[in-house]
């Protein structure tokens, strides 16, 4: 690791008792979205539910009616979430999950595009980002109905086999999904978010508005600029124990950014910390002292299943990975008397770019 990489250490408690609370709209809040200069007249936002989160976009170029568009914009998400959500029981996603093995299954457009980074991901990352470890989450109590909780080491290692991806076969061209196993089961939830953002930044430019802001829960996708010609600008997402004097920011233009972190989902036993992104290759929680990775990338989709990737890294690993791939990558990383900042050169270079075009005001 270079030591350009190393940025400040942030001194502070690393766990005080607030860092225990799950707080979704902390999360939200953290990522601050910028806003653009109401006086331009044009300035339009608005905002929804789904995904168990809240979406918002704005924009300034278009005269768009706001009603008509968020009709659209629920629409979309609607399609989106029948067929990736792992919420609803008759969701393309979930009938897949409750089929058989070797029946192939044929698979709509938007699910053929996030198998294809799914599968990308997991072959790219020799299994560190795994889309089949549903039965391992419910063991650890991080989905369905119980308590989160540590599992017999017996227990996890006898479903290791279930969360095996070689297991699906995906004929992208095809656009066939089969399972080798009943029990194979697959959970978006690493990157589905991001391709709704994609999606709907695909619909906003479509209707007319070239110069757009589009968030869900936190993940979100910048196209052209703010009014006043500079680049989106937005805060990174952090947790609520780490007080920064100043609020790290990146420029986005063209661009999207993810954050994945520790602090959002977990529970501790016997001092332990156990977070809701796991380690497919031993079934466990991630081990890593990153609290946060965050990413930027060409698209949000992108974003978010690279942060995920990250995040069951070696903080080090991590940052070696980002610096050999130029990826914009801003880590938090937990230490026993607070946290330190690392960044990726590219990320470094990014946030370097149009420092000065600071943030108006939050928007929301
Ligand atoms: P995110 O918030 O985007 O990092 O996604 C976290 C979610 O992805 C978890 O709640 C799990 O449903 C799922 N997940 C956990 N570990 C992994 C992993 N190693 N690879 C892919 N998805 C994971
Ligand atoms: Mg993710």
């Known amino acids: 690791m270079s030591p ?3 940025d400040d250490l942030v001194k502070g408690s690393p766990r005080p008792p607030k860092d225990r609370l799950i707080r979704p709209l902390m999360l939200m809040l953290a ?3 910028s806003s653009c200069d ?4 044009t300035h339009q936002r608005i905002e929804g539910e789904t995904m168990g989160t809240s979406w918002s976009a704005q924009w300034h170029d278009a005269e768009l009616d706001p009603a008509w568009l968020a009709a659209a914009m629920e ?7 029948r067929s990736l959500s792992n919420w609803r029981e008759d969701s393309e996603i979930s009938r897949f999950n409750h089929g058989r093995a070797h029946e192939p299954m044929q698979v709509s457009e938007d699910l053929q595009a996030v198998l294809d980074a ?3 991901t997991y072959e790219d990352s020799e299994g560190a980002f795994n889309i089949a470890l549903a039965p391992l989450m419910r063991a650890w109590g991080f989905q369905g109905s119980g308590l989160p909780r540590r599992p017999e080491a017996a227990e996890v290692r006898s479903l290791l086999p279930r969360t095996d991806l070689s297991q699906l076969k995906w004929d992208s061209r095809a656009r066939q999904l089969t399972k080798a196993i009943d029990e194979l089961e697959l959970d978006l939830s690493a990157l589905a978010k991001g391709y709704a953002v994609d999606a709907l930044s695909e619909l906003l430019l479509e209707a007319g508005a070239s110069n757009h802001l589009v968030e869900i829960g936190g993940e979100l996708r910048a196209r052209g600029h703010r009014p006043d010609g500079s680049a989106w600008r937005v805060a990174i997402a952090q947790p609520a124990s780490l007080s920064l004097s100043a609020q790290p920011t990146v420029p986005l233009h063209n661009l999207a950014i993810a954050t994945s972190g520790d602090y959002q989902q977990f529970f501790e036993q016997d001092g332990q910390r156990y977070a809701h992104i796991l380690d497919p290759r031993n079934g466990r929680p991630a081990r890593s002292s990153t609290a946060s990775a965050t990413v930027v990338a060409a698209s949000a989709m992108q974003a978010d299943a690279l942060a995920t990737w990250l995040m069951v890294l070696d903080t080090e690993d991590a940052l070696a990975l980002a610096q050999q791939r130029s990826l914009a990558v801003y880590l938090i990383e937990r230490l026993d008397d607070g946290y330190r900042i690392r960044q990726s050169q590219a990320m470094r270079l990014l946030r370097d770019t149009h420092r000065g075009s600071g943030i108006t005001k939050p928007g929301r």
Do not use: D
């Not at 109401?38 to 007249?41: E, K, N, T």
């Not at 629409?75 to 979430?81: G, H, I, P």
């Open 4 to 6: 350009e990489s190393v």
């Open 31 to 33: 990522l601050l979205l």
């Open 38 to 41: 109401p006086a331009s007249g």
């Open 75 to 81: 629409a979309r998400l609607e399609e989106l979430n």
């Open 118 to 120: 799914a599968q990308g």
